[in-house]
């Protein structure tokens, strides 16, 4: 991958210098107007290309890095890595030119650190409390999300650190739904609470009011079946509780958007991610929560059950999505050391 900015008076010049220069396969991944040095205005538009296309048509390999060191070296290569790095990711083009266009305009001189930076300005973190809390909470999501193990999991760890944890489910029509949860939460010597209707939810709740967290699983919804998804609102709408959205990392990013704009319809707020440590593009992540509004709050990135959820925080997510960063880091140096040497 290449990437090259352009300036021009306007848009329709600054297009005409990516074509001429990049080809018709450019990817246009940032668009912004700055003052000009006569404190006119002008359009810079940054261009990517892929590696082995660009100058595939042109003697000149010897010089096909030249461009990328001419001007603001450090700067190219982040914006370069940074761009790389959501590609890779299949983040979709909006939410992909939003963060390189802050990673730009903050100048940082390090990949990692810009990413970083860039999360923080448009993507909110709000972790799920390890202490007491007056609110029930309940797992809502598509059907396979994982809620149940995100609820094991969660009850696990309340009652590691001392909580009195309840734990009820209204998953009661999928085979095997309540068994799998109640394989859990005996373990954990928790008594596993039944609720098949919505008033039966709303009389639970009552009774497990003096503990010091209420936990609820839900039947997976099909948020593009009307009915599935009306079912669902009459058992979140029973009583004062927060809905968490689950949902599994490897979606396409297309998919977990529109999925998460149903269930923040719904009252979702806060969006858990599960399956991040077996699926290789997270672009998913980001889609559901920017088009979703959601918050980040704790990430499921393991199978086991008693230490399986963390806290999703913006450095976390960067470590998700850059996992070699430092790696690529020094190699670029390198790169740039023996050009230069």
């Known amino acids: 991958m290449r990437l090259k900015s352009f300036t021009a008076r306007n848009t329709k010049e600054a297009m005409q210098m990516v074509r001429e220069e990049l080809g018709e396969e450019a990817i246009i991944v940032a668009t912004h107007e700055e003052k000009n040095a006569v404190g006119g205005r002008q359009v810079q538009i940054t261009a990517a290309i892929e590696r082995d296309g660009y100058y595939s048509d042109r003697d000149e390999p010897e010089a096909s890095e030249d461009w990328l060191y001419d001007d603001d070296d450090n700067e190219a290569m982040v914006i370069e890595e940074v761009t790389e790095t959501l590609l890779r990711h299949a983040v979709p083009e909006e939410i992909l030119e939003q963060i390189v266009s802050h990673a730009a305009v903050l100048g940082i001189d390090e990949p990692r650190l810009a990413m970083l930076s860039a999360i923080e300005g448009l993507f909110k973190f709000n972790p799920l409390p390890i202490t007491a809390s007056k609110t029930p909470f309940v797992m809502i999501g598509p059907p396979g999300a994982g809620k149940t193990l995100a609820t094991a999991k969660m009850a696990a760890r309340g009652a590691m650190n001392g909580l009195n944890v309840a734990v009820i489910s209204t998953d009661t029509e999928r085979a095997g739904g309540v068994e799998q949860l109640k394989a859990f939460t005996t373990l954990m010597d928790i008594e596993l609470k039944i609720a098949k209707s919505a008033t039966a939810l709303k009389e639970l709740i009552l009774e497990t009011k003096n503990f010091d967290q209420v936990i609820i699983d839900t039947a997976g919804t099909n948020p593009f079946d009307t009915g599935n998804v009306k079912s669902l609102a009459k058992f979140i709408s029973a009583v004062d509780m927060e809905s968490i959205l689950v949902l599994p990392a490897n979606m396409h990013a297309d998919e977990a958007s529109e999925t998460a704009q149903i269930f923040a319809s719904l009252g979702a707020r806060r969006f858990m991610p599960t399956r991040v440590d077996v699926s290789r593009r997270l672009g998913s992540l980001l889609a559901a929560a920017y088009k979703g509004g959601l918050e980040f709050a704790d990430v499921s990135g393991t199978a086991r059950v008693a230490d ?21 880091k020094i190699l670029k140096a390198q790169n740039q050391s023996q050009k230069t040497g």
């Open 308 to 328: 399986g959820l963390s806290q999703l925080s913006s450095k976390r997510l960067i470590q998700l999505l850059m996992p070699r960063a430092e790696g690529a």
